[in-house]
């Protein structure tokens, strides 16, 4: 039987936290109470070398946010990624996907590619949804993918399509002279159903001018995702750690999606990202410990009190960590994938994909109850916990 919230406050985590010594117990008492925390407030909680008061205090502000019924609920979706070309006009100092047109590896994939390629995955009948992004390509605008999702909805029409970065979406409304509001109506008639969190990386002008000085600005990124939350598509965010991005830059970005979610509501999940360094410009000294990823979890489920779910995407983080952040505040572990390719070229060692079973027992092995939902959280399937785990 899975302990109850009461169980869980009252226990011995509660003593541990709330002992004399402790440095985070001030701000305890402000997750307990439903107040806000400061930016200082987040500072102490990277600063802390006390890991077990960082997770504790996470746990609880998801615990507390989470409906008495959902509170051991790992969420996961059967999803396929789709990059329909890798050809990208931006020169990202930390992507090691994109290619120039005239280079060898660069693909372009037709419409027919694409449905051809979703056609060859053997469990396609059981996807609830597509991620697709891609890379910043004139021969790939708008029509293109009008034309994309009109065939993926009709080919599959039982398939969520999770599609598009607000940097996509900027750039198709310029190549086509219209508005980003008339861009997303365009592409939301033809199939479009949300938006990915990609394209984030770390707001700061700061950092944005050092690795993606070309890309939209971070002020841009939440306002096209405003405009789409108004336009009824929910959406997710990103933050892109470890492009040596200060913790402080780190909390403002949070911070930045908490006023905008204030306004217009429609994040359904926070996504703090890995940056691998394989084939790119960014200095590996950034890379990100475990001890920060957990860190980082634990600060955004403490900053983002009105986004209802975060997110470890296995691919960046890892299996096992995943698994630890469970207890950072984390409540989603993303799902199958398929055919990761973005952080594959930077050379993350995860696999590339999982089937229903490994996430079920990745899930299960970490002490909690998967859960299958579609992309906006709709719960479709429970999977208590059986007496052996193979
Ligand atoms: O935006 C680029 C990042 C992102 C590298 O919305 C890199 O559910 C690591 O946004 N090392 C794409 N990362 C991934 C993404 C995402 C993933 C999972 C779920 C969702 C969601 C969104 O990958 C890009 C960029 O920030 N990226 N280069 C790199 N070298």
Known sequence: MAATVVDRLDGLKEQYITRPSNPLKHIYAKVLEGQRISRDEAIEVYECDDLLSVGILADTARILRTPVENRDYVYWVHNFHINPTNICELNCKFCSYKKGEKSPFAYAMSVDDVVDHVNQYSAKDTLSEFHIVSGLYPEQGLEYYVDLFKALKKHFPHVHIKGLTAVELDYFAKLAGIT?????????????????????EVFAPRVREEVCPSKITGEQWLDIHGKAHKLGLKSNATLLAGLGETYQERIDHALALRDQQDLTGGFMCFIPLNCYYEGNKIDPAHAQTGVENLKNFAVSRLILDNVPHLKAFWIHIGEKLSQVGLN?????????????????????????????????????KAGKTPVERDTTYQILNVYPRPDKID
């Open 328 to 364: 950072f505040g984390v409540d989603d572990v993303d799902g199958t994938v398929v055919e990761e390719k973005i952080a594959h070229a930077a050379g993350t060692e995860s696999a590339e994909h999982m089937t229903k079973q490994d996430l079920l027992t990745m899930i299960w």
């Open 180 to 200: 980003v509001e008339e861009t997303i109506l365009t592409l939301k008639d033809a199939g479009l159903q949300s938006l990915p969190g990609g394209g984030a």
